[in-house]
């Protein structure tokens, strides 16, 4: 979560919060995606099924 904070400052120049939001959100969203996809993957792969293949 540090770098999600610090890694935007870098592009911080003059005080420029659009940039530094817009950044930010991405991560969130990329976070919150990655974490998903995580999860479900986890889910299927726990999941016991009976079916013949």
């Known amino acids: ?3 999600a904070l610090i890694g935007p400052g870098i ?3 003059e005080e420029n ?10 991560y969130l969203s990329f976070h919150d995606i ?4 995580g ?3 986890l ?4 999941e016991t099924s009976d ?3």
């Open 1 to 3: 979560m540090i770098l």
């Open 11 to 13: 592009f911080l120049i």
């Open 17 to 26: 919060m659009n940039i530094y939001m817009a950044s930010f959100f991405c």
């Open 34 to 37: 990655h974490n998903y996809l």
């Open 39 to 41: 999860y479900r993957l």
């Open 43 to 46: 889910i299927n792969l726990m």
């Open 51 to 53: 079916e013949s293949i």
